[in-house]
């Protein structure tokens, strides 16, 4: 009996002891559900015209602060999945943070997609929006990538997405931070461990640097930056990757109510296989905007060259533009719309078919942000 009390009181102990040590750790939950309709239509044979979509993203966060002024904690993002409507991890990460800056584990953006500057978005973020989720497509005749854009983006630098990665950020200190990350192999996410180099995603030792500005003078509010980042080319299937180095700059700035800005990117060899000629990789883009209250209106440009994703597409010319507009309705409740434009010149990098398409799409969406 004496064994048994001894034991409970052990157990109680223990659980009274976890419950202090987590009333130390605050617990939030937020996200966001977006519901999106769109009429679209390009030169991709047998293209549908229009379609819904919806996305939903919930975030738990864990935050703490120690008793040496340690601040720490976690980050998790649940997603709905484009394929079989489940759920999956977007996001998930540890993080320590201090006066001396901010150490960051997991899965999530490196410090190229953090700290880059680049264009004014409003609306569903135009040139980077969710609008070319309706425009991608392969063609049927051609066999190249429709519609999508030029390695994975037109405003920040290739980077490693999502990776388990490693990332430092300095403090800002007059106006300026700075950061590095680093993910040993592109595409390895979550539980993933690549054991052979057969098994490569397609670049190892992924490093991504950065560093920007922002303040305010006289009314005029600035940010300018420059990212970069690096990997090395592995195998993926037939396809052997080049090395590459790209960079990207960009500014902004703004003046009652109104900003405006762009920003250039060389790509270098990114997305380009050993032996071919298609290995130019760059884009440049400017953009401006409004806000007055509730209400938000821009227009964008963007002009660029190089592979698409699965880089079996490259694109020899890719000019898109467009506009965006928001109204916030009610706190947390946003509606929005997008009309963008795509004239390209692709090659079908396995066949060497060449073809051109031109397409555009009209998106509204009502954002609820909690």
């Known amino acids: 009996m004496k064994k048994i009390l001894l034991g409970t009181t052990a157990i109680a102990a223990a659980a009274l002891y976890a419950q202090a040590a987590q009333a130390q750790i605050t617990v939030s939950l937020g996200g966001y559900t977006e519901f999106f309709g769109a009429y679209y239509d390009d030169d991709a044979a047998n293209r549908t015209s229009r379609e819904f979509q919806i996305e939903t993203e919930i975030v738990v966060r864990a935050d703490g602060k120690a008793d040496n002024g340690l601040l720490y904690g976690a980050k998790v993002e649940l997603q709905n999945s484009s394929a079989g409507g489940g759920v999956s991890t977007d996001e998930a990460s540890v993080y320590l943070s201090g006066t001396w800056g901010r150490i960051e584990l997991g899965d999530f953006d490196g410090a190229a997609d953090t700290l880059a500057i680049y264009a004014p978005l409003v609306g569903i973020e135009q040139i980077d929006g969710d609008g070319y989720d309706f425009l991608s497509a392969t063609d049927a005749t051609s066999g190249a990538l429709f519609g999508a854009q030029p390695f994975f ?120 296989a050993s032996g071919t000629a298609a290995s130019d990789a760059t884009a440049w883009h400017l953009g401006a905007s409004y806000t007055a209250g509730p209400f938000a209106v821009g227009l964008t440009y963007a002009d660029a060259e190089g592979a698409k994703a699965g880089f079996t597409t490259y694109a020899s010319d890719y000019k898109t533009y467009g506009g965006g507009v928001a109204y916030t309705i009610a706190p947390g409740l946003v509606l929005q719309g997008d009309f963008m434009y795509v004239d390209e010149d692709v090659v079908n990098l396995t066949t060497g078919t060449p073809a051109s398409n031109e397409g555009y799409v009209a998106v509204v969406s009502t954002r609820l942000n909690f």
């Open 153 to 272: 983006g037109l405003v920040k630098a290739p980077d490693s997405g999502d990776a388990t990665k490693v990332i430092y950020l300095t403090p800002r200190f007059a106006g300026i931070q700075a950061g590095v990350s680093y993910a040993t192999q592109n595409g390895s996410e979550a539980q993933n461990v690549v054991a052979l180099k057969s098994q490569t995603p397609s670049y190892k030792d992924f490093w991504e640097f950065g560093a920007n500005y922002t303040g305010t003078f006289a009314g005029f509010s600035v940010a300018a930056g420059a990212t970069a980042t690096t990997g090395t080319g592995e195998s993926r299937a037939a396809i052997e990757l080049e090395d590459f180095f790209a960079w990207q700059a960009g500014a902004q700035v703004g003046y009652a109510g109104f900003k405006f800005g762009g920003g250039y990117i060389d790509g270098d060899d990114f997305g380009a």
